[in-house]
C-alpha cells in the first residue's frame, strides 16, 4: 500500500502540471488562477483530504529536489547587466521590506497580543521567518527557548497564512500592486510564453536540460558536503546552485539551448504541488487559534508597511513583488513570482535578497524577542 502511494503521488506531481498549464482552456476559473496557484491548492486539498497518504520526509525530498532541479534551468536566463542596472531599487525596497517587517512585527505583537504566553517567542519565530525563511523560524524558536510542540505550531500557522498570502501573490497580486506603484515598462523579454510556450520543447532539449541541471545539483552537492558533511545547510546549497547556474548560463551551448525555462517552468509547478502535500490544517485545530490571529496580523501589516513605504520611495512593483517574496517566503519561490509577473531577469536579484534575508533573520528575530521580552 505504501508503494502505491508513492507511485501515486510521483505520477500526480509529474501529471497535474500539464493539466495547470492549460489551465487557460478552464474557462473563468483558469483566467483567474495561474498554474502554480492551482498546483498548490490541488496538493493542498489531497493532502488535507487524506487522497495522498506518503510520509512526509519524502513528501519534503519530492518538492525540495523539484525546486533544486528547476533553479539552474530558470536562472539560465540570468541578465547580470539587468542585475546591474536595478541593483539600486532591489537593495532599496529590500531594506524597506526588513523595516517594516521589524516595526510591523513588533507592533501587533505587544499592542494586540501581549497577553498571549510566549508572545515573544511568536514574534520572534514571525520576524525571523519574514526576513529569512523556515530554517530561520526554527533556529529563532530554539535561540529563545521555545518548545519543539509551540514551534511546530507557529511553523503551521505561517504555511497556511502564508499559503493564503502566496496565492494572492500569484494571481490578482501582482495587478493590485501596479495600482498602487509604478509600473515598470515592460521588458524586452516579455515572458517566455510569447516566444517558446506554444511549441514543446524537444525529447532531447529536455534530455539535455535535466542532465545539465542534475550535474549543477550534483556538484553543488558534492561542495556543500564537502565543507559541513552534509547537506543541511540550505542556504549554502542554495548559494552554489546559483553561483554555478549562472556560470553555466556565459556557455555558448547553455544560451542557445531554446526551451530549457520551460523545463524548469514545469519543474517549478511540480514543486508547488509537493508544497501543497505539506500545509497540514489539521495542526491549527486546537490553540492555534489566537497564532493564526496573530500570523494574519504580522503578515498583512509587513506587507501594507512595504507597500506603503515604497510608494513613498518610488520603488516599482516589480522590485516590491520579488522583494517581497524573498524577505516572506526565501529563496526557492523567487521562481514562482517571475514566472507570475513573466520576467526571468528578476529572479537572480530576488534569490541575492532572499539569502542577505536568510543571514540577517536569525538576529533580528532573537532581538526583538528579547526586546519584547524585556518591555512585557
Not at 497580486?173 to 514543446?200: D, M, Q, W
Not at 520603488?315 to 513583488?321: K, W
Amino acid at each position: 500500500m505504501k508503494t502505491v502511494q508513492i507511485v501515486f503521488q510521483v505520477l500526480v506531481m509529474l501529471i497535474f502540471p500539464y493539466l495547470a498549464q492549460r489551465s487557460k482552456h478552464w474557462g473563468k476559473l483558469g483566467n483567474f488562477l495561474s498554474p502554480v496557484v492551482l498546483c498548490y491548492i490541488f496538493g493542498m486539498i489531497l493532502s488535507n483530504f487524506n487522497l495522498i497518504q506518503t510520509p512526509i520526509p519524502f513528501r519534503e525530498t519530492c518538492s525540495q529536489f523539484s525546486i533544486a532541479l528547476a533553479l539552474p534551468l530558470l536562472l539560465y536566463s540570468s541578465d547580470l547587466g539587468f542585475v546591474y542596472r536595478n541593483l539600486k531599487v532591489f537593495l532599496l525596497s529590500f531594506a524597506l521590506a526588513i523595516l517594516a517587517a521589524v516595526l510591523a512585527t513588533g507592533t501587533i505583537a505587544y499592542a494586540f497580543f501581549s497577553h498571549l504566553p510566549h508572545i515573544d517567542q511568536a514574534a520572534g519565530m514571525l520576524l525571523a521567518v519574514y526576513v529569512g525563511g523556515t530554517v530561520n523560524l526554527f533556529a529563532t524558536g530554539y535561540g529563545l527557548g521555545a518548545t519543539a510542540d509551540y514551534i511546530g505550531l507557529v511553523n503551521a500557522a505561517d504555511i497556511v497564512v502564508g499559503g493564503a498570502y502566496l496565492l494572492i501573490l500569484t494571481s490578482v497580486g501582482p495587478k493590485l500592486v501596479a495600482l498602487v506603484l509604478h509600473r515598470k515598462p515592460s521588458s524586452t523579454y516579455h515572458h517566455i510564453e510569447t516566444e517558446e510556450a506554444s511549441v514543446a520543447p524537444a525529447p532531447e532539449v529536455i534530455f539535455i536540460s535535466l542532465a545539465s541541471s542534475m550535474a549543477i545539483l550534483i556538484l553543488s552537492a558534492g561542495l556543500s558536503y564537502l565543507i559541513f558533511g552534509s547537506l543541511k545547510n540550505s542556504a549554502f546549497l542554495i548559494l552554489c546552485l546559483t553561483t554555478i547556474s549562472i556560470a553555466a548560463s556565459r556557455l555558448e551551448w547553455i544560451k542557445t539551448l531554446k526551451g530549457s525555462f520551460q523545463v524548469g517552468e514545469y519543474l517549478l509547478l511540480m514543486f508547488c504541488v509537493g508544497l501543497g502535500l505539506l500545509a497540514d490544517l489539521e495542526q491549527l485545530v486546537g490553540g492555534g487559534f489566537s497564532i493564526v490571529l496573530l500570523t494574519i496580523g504580522t503578515i498583512l501589516s509587513t506587507v501594507g508597511l512595504h507597500l506603503l513605504l515604497a510608494k513613498i520611495f518610488k520603488v516599482d512593483d516589480e522590485a516590491f513583488l520579488v522583494t517581497s517574496t524573498a524577505t516572506i517566503f526565501g529563496p526557492p519561490f523567487i521562481p514562482q513570482i517571475a514566472a507570475t509577473i513573466g520576467n526571468p531577469k528578476v529572479i537572480l536579484p530576488g534569490i541575492a535578497a532572499a539569502l542577505m534575508g536568510i543571514m540577517l533573520a536569525n538576529y533580528l528575530g532573537i532581538g526583538l524577542g528579547w526586546f519584547i521580552n524585556w518591555i512585557l
